[in-house]
């Protein structure tokens, strides 16, 4: 527990206090009125659950809205004065007895090690630039367990170290089982070299930061001896396919005001988001262990989305937790299509889905079971929206089947039934107010701020780049909802998702993919539109946005995936973001990397095989596997491979059998000996002639 | 994999069976190791070769090939352990690590020095630069405890 100055509660419990009145104001203002509307013929059963569906909608959408409108407020006014980044230093608590180092630590899997290696080169250099990499050092933490990929890395890593003469500074390690996944591997890095380092800064494979931000960082827990992690707000940039763009551009324009919200109301209490944070490591290794949860998979088994837990339980030991959101120069990279987008939702839906139980669990404080909840309620709104529209389409066609009674018993006075849609459009404007507006406050914001304006390319084309960017939205909002109530069922009844190297660079989708990845979303529309118009033709016309994104699935989803026409919008001025603009100079820096290595990357023959004759490439990976001694029944079984390597060639053994010839150095000397013995040298080596 | 090339016109000059061709794959390795020096490399070729022929009868191309390219290594680690006082069997991760900084450190390093004995150029320095682009994979471990955390739930069973 830290002892020094805490954050005050006052501020906390008042700033709370206005920002969920203002939610819950919201959302029995909202079902006041729908509720009006469905009492004046008497409320049906689906006019019941509609008005729980719609309670819980309204709640998430004012939650958001009310967010961005409060960080609005507070950008507009010049920033948020209780932020991390404003408070004055906290003097007092324990001093730390870790030594001030901080350790970069990248954990990866199978991702590609050229992107890899090119982004720690890019955050390398923009630390060096600031005069203090002295107090850094990097740890690539691989959990890849193809040989080509692990050989691959090995090699960038060394090259790294090389070329910045940091040998010693930069350090590789491959885990030789991978137990618990990315937080199993933060935990062994922890747990072997944790008291090496005070602070840690956690990085994702595709993510960027500039060296100044990182020195902040460090500055900041200096400062705050009671903060156990900052995270930074991480801006989406680098990819070029339309899809990626305009998400791009959202998240640039429209994110700060959510995240200047979300701590206003947080504050000390907020959460974290898996990387480009910094983290006090003492604290994170003595309350941060995570235990595997009893049960299977998908809701038992080892913690999925293992952060959000992480930061709870550092808030259940008194420690602070904090967003920076002004917090500039920290990056990451989006999936570049629909599909990917949707394949990372699964996994995170999982893991989101998993926190269920820890929404129970003793201990936690309210603060940290409402961003369980919240987590829970960014992937369960999608089946909430569906089932909402169904039962709105089926009242829909009860209406319109339902006879008008005019008369009663012996009156003689017509009764005229009471139309409620003037109020219904008016739930319905409300709502939609509440989803756009905060694209308008993030508008106005830059009317305010030239200098952004200018970088975003003028408010003409930032007012098109909205305007896009909305209809775009709406397009393929139903496509994600889709996507996710099938996810969400799917978890439901038990049926886990495998943990798969992310497909991170851009890539035009085929027919055949779009065809495969969309069909049943196609059909729905379709089936959807069809049956609306023809029962139901006055709900058809309000229902076209959703019909129309769904029908069009296939083509919005290719299309949306060209790079061609992503560059073509930028060179429209079209979803510009300041960092395409004017690049930060790691951004710069990465390109160069890229384009270095891509260079490089020609000249070199790609294979395992030819990996492993290499002298260079297998002396250095003999140099860094661990000791271990190996059985004599494993040593017949190892020869067995080798010679099947021999014979058959390195393509007829399985990923596990070529990982435990890797992992063997006699193995390994024996095959790059014949390796290279055998290679076909032909004519290109020089001749020479022994004298 | 595909069959070595003998290169005819790779001699190796002092003896009947010395003159017997230098398999490419022998000579091309010695220089993908760092041996710089042509004349050296030649030597070196041919102790290996000679090596390789020791006991073995008469052998494959193939197999000669291994065999000398087995000795290079040997007789590498052996300059290597050597130069810098290390164990051959203890210290055989260094070893390897230092072949491969070799191997990765040209143009600016060459294991010349190595075979030339103590009176070489700038031995201690090449030394030094040697040891310096040394492969140091991770640090001295430092460990930090990191236990479970037990969690107590309401509704479901704890762990």
């Known amino acids: 527990m830290p002892a020094a100055t805490v954050f005050p509660r006052r501020i906390r419990v008042l700033r709370r206090v206005v920002f969920f009145s203002l939610v819950v104001l919201t959302t029995v203002a909202a079902l006041a009125m729908i509720a009006s509307a469905f009492q004046q013929n008497g409320i049906t059963p689906q006019e019941l659950l509609l008005l729980f569906l719609y309670m819980l909608l309204i709640l998430w959408v004012s939650t958001s809205f009310w967010q961005a409108t409060i960080g609005f407020w507070l950008l507009l006014w010049g920033g948020d004065r209780q932020s991390i980044s404003r408070l004055p230093p906290r003097a007092g608590g324990r001093t730390d007895q870790a030594p001030p180092k901080t350790a970069l630590v990248m954990p990866i899997y199978h991702e590609d090690p050229e992107r890899v290696f090119a982004g720690l080169r890019a955050i390398y250099q923009s630390l060096r630039d600031t005069g203090r990499a002295d107090e850094f050092e990097l740890f690539v933490l691989s959990d890849s367990r193809n040989p080509d990929v692990w050989l691959e890395e090995e090699v960038h890593w060394y090259r790294m170290c090389c070329d910045f003469d940091a040998h010693g500074k930069i350090f590789y390690r491959n885990r030789e089982k991978n137990i618990a996944r990315k937080s199993g591997n933060l935990e062994e890095f922890c747990h072997r070299w944790g008291a090496r380092y005070r602070y840690m800064i956690v990085l994702d494979a595709d993510s960027l930061m500039c060296g100044s931000t990182l020195t902040r960082m460090v500055d900041l827990m200096e400062a705050h001896p009671t903060v156990a992690l900052i995270q930074s707000p991480p801006l989406p940039v680098n990819h070029k396919s339309l899809f990626a763009r305009i998400l791009q551009f959202a998240s640039s324009l429209y994110g700060e005001i959510f995240a200047a919200g979300a701590s206003f109301w947080q504050l000390s209490d907020s959460n974290y988001w898996g990387h480009n944070a910094i983290i006090r490591v003492k604290p994170f290794a003595e309350h941060c262990g995570l235990p595997k949860l009893p049960g299977k998979e998908p809701f038992g088994g080892e913690i999925f989305s293992h952060d959000f837990v992480e930061a709870a339980l550092l808030r259940k030991a008194g420690w602070e937790v904090w967003l920076a959101y002004d917090l500039k120069g920290s990056y990451e990279e989006l999936p570049p299509t629909l599909i990917d987008y949707a394949k990372r939702d699964r996994r995170w839906c999982q893991g989101n889905l998993q926190h269920v139980r820890m929404v129970f669990a003793r201990g936690f404080s309210p603060l940290s079971r409402l961003h369980f909840l919240m987590g829970i309620m960014s992937y369960l709104s999608s089946p909430l929206w569906f089932l909402f529209l169904l039962v709105t389409g089926f009242e829909a066609y009860v209406q319109s089947q339902t006879m008008p009674v005019y008369f009663f018993g012996d009156n003689v006075f017509p009764v005229w039934p009471e139309s409620y849609a003037v109020e219904m459009t008016t739930v319905l404007l409300v709502t939609l107010a509440m989803l756009f507006l905060p694209k308008i406050w993030s508008l106005l914001l830059l009317l305010v701020r030239s200098e952004d304006r200018k970088a975003y390319g003028g408010i003409v084309r930032i007012t098109l780049s909205v305007l896009f960017e909305s209809i775009f939205s709406v397009l393929t909002a139903p496509i994600l909802m889709l996507y996710q109530t099938n996810f969400v069922l799917a978890i439901l009844s038990r049926r886990s998702t495998a943990w798969l190297a992310q497909q991170r660079s851009d890539h035009r989708l085929s027919v055949k993919e779009a065809f495969l990845a969309h069909w049943g979303q196609t059909f729905v529309g379709i089936l959807a539109g069809y049956v609306s118009y023809r029962y139901v033709p006055s709900f058809f016309w309000w229902f076209l946005p959703v019909l129309a994104g769904l029908a069009f699935a296939i083509p919005l989803s290719m299309l949306s995936s060209s790079t061609a026409l992503g560059l073509l919008a930028r060179r429209l001025g079209l979803f510009l973001t300041p960092e395409e603009s004017a690049p930060p100079a790691v951004l710069n820096y990465l390109k160069d990397n890229l384009a270095q290595a891509a260079a490089s990357r020609l000249a070199v023959d790609d294979t395992l095989e030819s990996k492993i004759g290499d002298p260079a490439v297998c002396s250095l990976h003999i140099a860094l596997l661990p000791h271990r001694l190996v059985k004599r029944r494993q040593r017949h079984q190892l020869r067995a491979l080798t010679y099947q390597v021999i014979e058959e060639g390195p393509s007829s053994l399985s990923v596990p059998e070529k990982r435990a010839l890797a992992a063997d150095p006699d193995s390994l000397t024996r095959l790059h000996i014949l390796s290279w013995a055998q290679r076909d040298t032909g004519n290109a080596s020089p001749q020479r002639a022994a004298s | ?159």
């Open chain 2, 1 to 159: 994999m595909t069959g070595s090339v003998i290169d005819s016109d790779v001699t190796v000059a002092a003896s009947a069976e010395e003159a017997s061709p230098v398999p490419q794959a022998l000579w091309d390795y010695l220089d993908r190791v760092g041996v710089r020096n042509e004349a050296l490399r030649a030597s070196l070729a041919r102790q290996c070769l000679k090596q390789a022929r020791k006991g073995a009868g008469p052998q494959v191309a193939e197999q000669l090939a291994s065999e000398a390219i087995e000795e290079v290594q040997r007789r590498l680690d052996r300059a290597l352990a050597q130069g810098l006082g290390l164990h051959p069997v203890r210290d055989a991760a260094k070893l390897a690590g230092l072949r491969a900084a070799l191997a990765m450190g040209q143009p600016d390093l060459s294991a010349d020095f190595l075979f030339e004995g103590r009176d070489a150029d700038n031995r201690e320095q090449q030394l030094a630069r040697l040891i310096a682009r040394l492969p140091i994979a991770t640090p001295p471990e430092a460990h930090l405890p990191m236990p479970a955390q037990p969690f107590h739930f309401v509704f479901f069973k704890s762990s």
